[in-house]
């Protein structure tokens, strides 16, 4: 059981380039989510979905798009990276909405230069 | 609007002494759940608890215990005989019964100093 996966670990982009976070979790969970961690700060929701096909802005959604064709798969995309999208990113998956806790992948350093 | 207030940004205590990691939190929802996450300096999150509105009773967990209060709309964190294994970054959450979505708190750095 891999719980929740994400690729890449660590990735280096330069300003204007794109690239796809990639996240899968094998628990049947339909609840997933995209939070990024500023260093020294807390988690802010950047999207979120309920179920294959259903997704939904977070706090921080601009520079992001997500998509949701499997019950398994919640990839996120950086278009046109920024220096701010500097960040941890961190992916989650729950079996229920808001009241069931939240099983978090290893994370993705990303630095934008 | 919901809220979490973790006002200790930072604490340092000596190994084998007790901390408390204070948590306030704002909700107009009756219905909600509360929860406490650790992140080691490997970086990872591991979730440690969770407790619903109704159910305001103390829980005990080995060296852990959390200490929920409605009246003060706290649920604070109290780590006994800390160990330096308990350094991390302790990240209180929120989340309404209505709501998808769970609201962290920005986070305690615990340094625990053999």
């Known amino acids: 059981n891999a719980g929740v996966t994400q690729t890449p670990k660590f990735r280096i982009l330069k300003i204007g380039q794109s690239m796809t976070l990639q996240c899968a979790q094998d628990m049947n969970h339909n609840y997933m989510y995209w939070y990024r961690q500023d260093p020294g700060m807390g988690l802010k929701l950047i999207y979120y979905s309920v179920g294959a096909g259903i997704t939904d802005k977070g706090e921080v959604p601009n520079g992001y798009n997500v998509s949701r064709s499997t019950t398994e798969d919640f990839p996120l995309r950086l278009e046109l990276a920024a220096p701010s999208q500097t960040s941890v990113y961190f992916c989650?998956?729950?079996?229920?909405?808001?009241?069931?806790?939240?099983?978090f992948g290893p994370g993705t350093r990303l630095t934008v230069t | 609007a919901q809220k979490v207030t973790q006002a200790q940004t930072e604490i340092s205590v000596v190994e084998k002494e007790d901390v408390t990691l204070d948590c306030v939190y704002e909700?107009?929802?009756?219905?909600?759940?509360l929860f406490w996450y650790k992140q080691p300096p490997s970086g990872e999150l591991v979730f440690l608890i969770r407790r619903n509105s109704f159910d305001e009773q103390n829980e005990i967990s080995g060296r852990y215990s959390w200490n929920f209060q409605k009246s003060t709309s706290s649920f604070n964190f109290t780590i006994t005989a800390s160990q330096v294994v308990d350094s991390a970054v302790y990240f209180c959450?929120?989340?309404?019964?209505?709501?998808?979505?769970?609201?962290f708190g920005k986070g305690t750095r615990l340094h625990i100093l053999p």
């Open positions: 989650a998956s729950s079996y229920s909405e808001g009241s069931g806790e939240q099983y």
């Open positions: 959450a929120l989340s309404e019964a209505k709501d998808d979505k769970i609201i």
């Open positions: 909700t107009r929802d009756t219905t909600y759940y």
